[in-house]
């Protein structure tokens, strides 16, 4: 069955169909990783975006929902050079092509992504429709350009009531704003106790879960759509030790007076070189994110750059001048991508326990995983 893509620009790709029949409409972005499309597509950072895989072939080893990075995919289209559609591959439980259809998300096949690729490198990623229906162009045209991108990816990805994952470790409490797995599966790894909390929870909340540090998650779309969470984390800076991660990363930066732009055609793969300013050492990193930190906007607040990115030279690391907290635009916790940074998980628990030695320390309390009322409930352990 017939596929078809159409740009904002005009440009029309025609394709095979696999996954849904559907309609979606989203921002075409693309991602440069050679492995990894089942962590991309269950990564709550790509909410409502049209997803482009530049390596050729993809779907041959399956889906495993061990590799997930999230409960559900929210990206809104997947395509491709040439889908397999037989896995060769032990772990593999089922398809990629009855994972989207499961979540009613269309694929392409078979079109040049290459010079898609190309496309949105040198105008920038822009909106586009894909779908299996018969249409003629100048309806899906006009349904493209009535159709606004998306501002509400967080409140959509973001837990809808606390839960936590207990340990004996620091307390992190995780504000997700549509956080992969990979960074809960750090913090537990390391014996934390961490408690997940919505990304609307306020400070005050917070506060009365007693965290030894704070967590926050990469998430979709544009900061500024979440003003209520820049407010939180200026509310808790310098309360608590903070580690952003992304859409973290940019939320602080916010929150301490920087400004957030964004990229032409972003950041998405899992070979980005970073370079750490303090000691010149590169880091291979796996990246996703559209958005950044404004290099001149850091001037005149208490940040400083700690790390860039050795292709564009965008910031890819900050941290406070006065206060713990430190931020990073890429993912420590990989998934997909190299392990190389998981270290900065490291870094934020030593941070806390510095941070400990100097401020009295608050009452534990056990936290149940319910909310009565939207009102969060505790328990004495
Ligand atoms: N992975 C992320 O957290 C992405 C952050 C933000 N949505 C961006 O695109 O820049």
């Given at each position: 069955m017939e596929a078809r893509l159409l740009l904002e620009d005009g440009t029309l790709f025609?394709?095979?169909?696999?996954?849904?029949?559907?309609e979606t409409i989203g921002e075409v972005v693309f991602n440069t990783g050679i492995t990894g499309y089942q962590e991309v597509i269950s990564d709550p950072s790509y909410c409502g975006q049209i997803v482009t895989m530049t390596y050729p072939l993809v779907g041959n080893y399956g889906i495993a929902r061990d590799d997930f990075e999230s409960i559900r995919p929210f990206i809104h289209g997947f395509v491709v050079r040439r889908h397999e559609p037989?896995?060769?591959?032990?772990?593999a439980q089922y398809t990629l092509d009855r994972l989207l259809k499961e979540y009613g998300i269309p694929g392409i096949s078979d079109i040049d992504t290459r010079m898609l690729t190309r496309k949105l490198r040198h105008y920038g990623t822009m909106k586009g429709v894909l779908t299996t229906g018969k249409e003629r162009i100048e309806e899906l045209r006009e349904r493209l350009a009535l159709t606004p991108m998306m501002r509400d990816q967080v409140a959509r990805t973001s837990t809808k009531q606390l839960f936590s994952s207990p340990g004996e470790g620091e307390r992190i409490v995780l504000m997700?704003?549509?956080?992969?797995s990979g960074i809960l599966r750090e913090l537990t790894k390391r014996g934390c106790d961490v408690v997940v909390v919505p990304h609307d929870t306020t400070a005050d909340e917070i506060r009365r879960l007693a965290?030894?540090?704070?967590q926050l998650s990469n998430g979709p779309g544009d900061p500024k759509d979440v003003p209520h969470a820049v407010k939180t984390i200026s509310e808790l800076l310098g309360e608590y030790p903070i580690f952003g991660i992304c859409l973290g990363h940019q939320l602080f930066a916010l929150a301490c007076g920087a400004d957030t732009t964004k990229l032409k055609f972003g950041h998405r793969g899992g070979n980005h070189p970073v370079k750490e300013l303090e000691t010149g050492r590169c880091y291979i990193t796996s990246q996703n994110h559209g958005y950044t930190v404004l290099e001149d906007s850091v001037n005149g607040t208490d940040l400083v750059v700690t790390h860039i990115n050795n292709n564009d030279k965008t910031i890819e690391g900050l941290k406070h001048k006065r206060y713990p907290a430190f931020t990073v635009q890429y993912h420590p916790e990989a998934a997909p991508g190299p392990y190389d940074s998981g270290y900065l998980f490291d870094q934020f628990l030593d941070m806390i326990r510095e941070h400990k030695k100097s401020n009295p320390q608050r009452p534990r309390q056990a936290v149940l995983a319910e909310t009565l009322k939207g009102e969060l409930q505790y328990a004495q352990k």
């Open positions: 025609t394709g095979l169909s696999f996954g849904a029949e559907a037989v896995p060769s591959n032990w772990r997700d704003f549509g956080a992969k965290p030894d540090g704070i």
